[in-house]
């Protein structure tokens, strides 16, 4: 995992929000101060392999780019690159190269709670192994996620503005390509990227970005 921007805070508490970011919203950065209610540092991480999306729109280090400029003036929210793209694999690169000794938080979505918990991870029972070392908070989006009962102890609700919970980049980008208005959807210091990045009349990325 390469951090590109490092809180300067000492972090024991530590939040990981994994996304692709394709582009980083509104949301994406209510979710992350909502979590600093509880936690000493929030780390937004964009995989440099995604399990269940492929790269479109946004190359890799655009997007990069565009959560490097979300966090700036947000002393504890830091910016890293995994190499890794499950969960669980990120919480195990976390604490193997930065703070063995950290307590994890992942913080997501509804939609990617019930994405991870109904992944096929190839052996039974990794999404409640996982739960055991890790916490997971979950903010609502176009619903409320219901964990399984045996799970509910380490899964809780995180509580996000009005408003915010039913924005995603997907509604950016539809947007932006029915050119209707888009700017309030995502952080004021990204409008002329996502402009040049996911205007109709943007050149396609080459293959492999």
Not at 30 to 50: N, Q, S, T
Not at 145 to 171: D, F, K, M, N
């Amino acid at each position: 995992m390469e951090f590109l921007h490092r809180t300067v805070l000492k972090s024991h508490r530590v939040g990981l929000l994994p996304g692709t970011f394709n582009p980083p919203t509104v949301a994406h950065l209510e979710l992350a101060r909502a979590g600093l209610r509880e936690l000493d540092e929030v780390v937004l991480i964009l995989p440099r392999e995604l399990p269940h999306k492929n790269f479109s729109g946004a190359s890799f280090a655009e997007r990069l780019e565009m959560l490097l400029l979300s966090v700036a003036g947000e002393p504890a929210l830091s910016v890293a690159a995994s190499d890794r793209g499950l969960f669980i694999d990120i919480a195990d690169e976390y604490r193997a190269e930065h703070n063995p000794g950290a307590i994890l938080t992942f913080l997501c979505g509804r939609d990617a709670a019930e994405r991870i918990a109904a992944w096929e991870y190839g052996r039974p029972d990794v999404f409640a192994s996982m739960l055991k070392e890790t916490r997971l908070l979950v903010a609502h989006r176009s619903g409320e996620y219901v964990p399984p009962a045996h799970l509910r102890q380490s899964i809780h609700t995180v509580r996000l503005s009005s408003g915010v919970e039913w924005i995603s980049a997907t509604e950016v980008r539809e947007r932006i390509a029915r050119g209707e208005r888009w700017e309030h959807l995502v952080p004021e210091a990204l409008h002329s990227h996502v402009r040049r990045i996911y205007s109709p009349t943007a050149e396609p990325l080459p293959p492999g970005m």
